[in-house]
């Protein structure tokens, strides 16, 4: 997500510094991008003159403190401690009038923003997989966010030709409310034998016109993540029509996490 999100950033022509503490995801994420921007030439839909300067925006493995910055976007994994950390360090490495964006999928921008001494300079930028190609920007106002740091996330977001739509700042916004809980009814519906993974996807797919069976596409996002997010959801909001589904806890404890890990409901052979 952090690499397609660096991508879209400096295709719209933005300057981007890219920031990780494992300094082998700065090599993996010009690489991903590389291979992006390479499809994208292939395709005819950029230049091979685009691609290069594209690249040229951006640099990898850069310190926290960069104290122009307009804005951050932060994508580390769907951790509230891990995010608030990194929130935390960038409100003090950055300028006092920088925007600091979290694109969670689930968590609480409200609570994100707790440990920064300026709350509402914190908005919810929540980018799709994968983030070249899907429209969508959810913009999440936490309950102290600024008018400002809404109207600046929302023109960002059409800058980069994203679709922004303003959510309030509930579990799981409004996409993850409503797409998780049916990819956990779907390993209900598998851990109960009603039907096979492959029938499940194949009756989703032919009879509610989904480009993705909805196993399929929690392979595709990640086991982990679903889980994650039901978890946030099952907590937060108290309802019981939220609880993960055991399946989809064995499969994470088992490693089978999706097409990241080789396996998830379904085989991914190397």
């Given at each position: 997500m952090g690499a397609g999100i660096a991508q879209v950033l400096a295709t719209a022509g933005i300057e981007v510094a890219v920031y990780d503490v494992a300094v082998q995801q700065h090599a993996r994420a010009r690489a991903a991008i590389e291979r992006s921007l390479a499809r994208l030439v292939l395709k005819d839909v950029l230049s091979p003159a685009a691609r290069d300067a594209t690249l040229e925006r951006i640099v990898f493995g850069a310190e926290l403190a960069a104290r122009d910055a307009d804005i951050m976007i932060e994508a580390v994994t769907e951790d509230q401690a891990a995010k608030r950390?990194?929130?935390?360090?960038?409100?003090?490495?950055?300028?006092p009038?920088?925007?600091?964006?979290?694109?969670t999928s689930s968590i609480s921008i409200t609570a994100?923003?707790?440990?920064?001494?300026?709350p509402e300079r914190v908005v919810g930028m929540h980018f799709f997989n994968p983030v070249p190609v899907m429209p969508l920007v959810e913009v999440v106002r936490g309950q102290l966010t600024a008018d400002t740091a809404t109207t600046a996330a929302v023109a960002l977001a059409q800058r980069l030709g994203k679709t922004p739509v303003v959510v309030g700042d509930f579990p799981g916004f409004v996409?993850?409310?409503?797409?998780?809980?049916?990819?956990n009814e779907a390993f209900f519906t598998l851990m109960e034998g009603v039907a096979t993974a492959e029938s499940?996807?194949?009756?989703m797919k032919l009879g509610m016109n989904h480009p993705l069976g909805p196993l399929e596409l929690a392979d595709f996002i990640g086991l982990d993540v679903c889980l994650h997010i039901m978890e946030v959801l099952h907590r937060d909001l108290g309802d019981d029509k939220y609880r993960p589904c055991p399946l989809l806890r064995r499969y994470v404890a088992a490693g089978r996490l999706g097409r990241k890990s080789g396996a998830g409901v379904y085989e991914y052979p190397s």
């Open positions: 950390d990194l929130l935390r360090r960038a409100s003090e490495a950055l300028g009038r920088a925007i600091l964006a979290s694109n994100l923003a707790a440990v920064v001494a300026q996409s993850n409310r409503i797409l998780l809980p049916m990819l499940i996807d194949r009756v």
